[in-house]
C-alpha cells in the first residue's frame, strides 16, 4: 500500500521503497536518462522512488546547507534514511560512542524535517554482541533533534547477534533491526519496533527489474503484512513463538548492494506493487 492509499485506509503504515545513494556512473543511461545533467539526479531520482538511503553521512560530516539543499529537491512524503558515522560504530567500546552521535545529531540532519526518515547504524560483520556495551550504545541515541522525532534502526552483521537478549534489548527502546537478504548476514526478521527496516542485496544486474518478478511479487506481500500489522510466515526469526502486536508500521525497503546498475529498477517494480 502506497503512502496516500496507506493514510486513506488508516488500518496500514506507509511503505517506502528506494535505493542506496544516487550518484553511481552506471545508473547513467540506463536509469538516468542520457545526456541529465548531474545536479538534477537526486530530483529525477525522488519523483520516482520513495526513498533513498545515504551513505556518504557514514563517512562525511555533512553541513546543514547540503540537508537543506536535498529536502528542496525532493517531493512531499519522500524520505532520505541517513547512516550514523563510522565513528559510532567501529569502535571496541560502543557505550564511548556518545560524542560521535551528537556531533552527527546536531550536524544539521533537522534541516531535513519532514522528509528525515530512519538513522541507520551498521555495525560492522566482525562486530559481536556484548549486552551491556550495545546496551549501553543504545541508550545513547537520542530520541529527538531540533524538536523533530527521530527514528533509529540497527544492521547487525554477526551470527551473536541472534539472541533474545539483544531483541530484548531494541524492544525495551523501541529500536527495530535490520533485516538483510544477504548470503551471509544474519537474518533476523523479529519485529521490536513501530516500523520495519529491511535491505534487499540478492538482486541480479542480469535481470532487467533486479529480480525476478515472483520475487518482487513475494517481497511486496511482506512488506504489505508488515505495514498492516503482521509478521511474515516466510521469513526466520530468533523468537518465532513471540507475540506480535498487530499494530500498522511504516516499512522501508531499500534495493541495494548486489545487483546495483538494476537495483533503481528493482524500486520501482516494488512501488508498482503495494
Given amino acids: 500500500m502506497t503512502g496516500k492509499a496507506a493514510d486513506k485506509a488508516g488500518k ?132 529527538k533533534a531540533d524538536g523533530l522525532a527521530l527514528r533509529h534502526v540497527v544492521e547487525v552483521r554477526h551470527d551473536s547477534f541472534c539472541t533474545p537478549a539483544f531483541l530484548a534489548l531494541l524492544r525495551e527502546r523501541g529500536i527495530p533491526v535490520v533485516f538483510s537478504e544477504h548470503a551471509t548476514y544474519p537474518a533476523i526478521a523479529d519485529l521490536t519496533a513501530d516500523f520495519v527496516y529491511a535491505r534487499l542485496q540478492k538482486g541480479k544486474d542480469d535481470i532487467k527489474t533486479g529480480y525476478e518478478p515472483k520475487a518482487l511479487d513475494a517481497w511486496a506481500k511482506r512488506a504489505t503484512t508488515w505495514a498492516k500489522g503482521g509478521a511474515p510466515a516466510d521469513l526466520p526469526r530468533v523468537e518465532p513463538k513471540a507475540k506480535i502486536p498487530a499494530a500498522p508500521r511504516d516499512v522501508f525497503l531499500y534495493v541495494i548492494h548486489e545487483g546495483k546498475v538494476r537495483a533503481p529498477a528493482a524500486a520501482i517494480a516494488l512501488i508498482e506493487r503495494v
Fill in 12 to 143: 496500514s503504515g506507509r511503505i517506502y521503497c528506494g535505493i542506496g545513494g544516487w550518484t553511481f556512473e552506471p545508473w547513467r543511461g540506463v536509469f538516468y536518462p542520457k545526456g541529465l545533467p548531474h545536479a538534477q539526479e537526486l530530483r529525477y531520482a525522488a519523483e520516482r522512488l520513495t526513498s533513498i538511503e545515504v551513505n556518504g553521512t557514514f563517512y562525511s560530516t555533512m553541513k546543514p546547507a547540503t540537508y537543506a539543499k536535498w529536502a528542496s529537491e525532493v517531493p512531499d512524503g519522500f524520505v532520505f534514511a541517513l547512516k550514523g558515522p563510522r565513528y559510532a560504530v567501529n569502535r571496541r567500546e560502543l557505550s564511548g560512542a556518545g560524542d560521535s552521535i551528537k556531533r552527527f545529531i546536531e550536524s544539521g540532519i533537522s534541516e531535513l524535517g519532514k522528509k528525515l526518515g530512519p538513522l541507520l547504524w551498521q555495525f560492522a560483520p566482525t562486530k559481536k554482541f556484548d549486552e551491556a556495551d550495545f546496551g549501553g550504545f543504545l541508550d545513547l541515541l537520542p530520541k
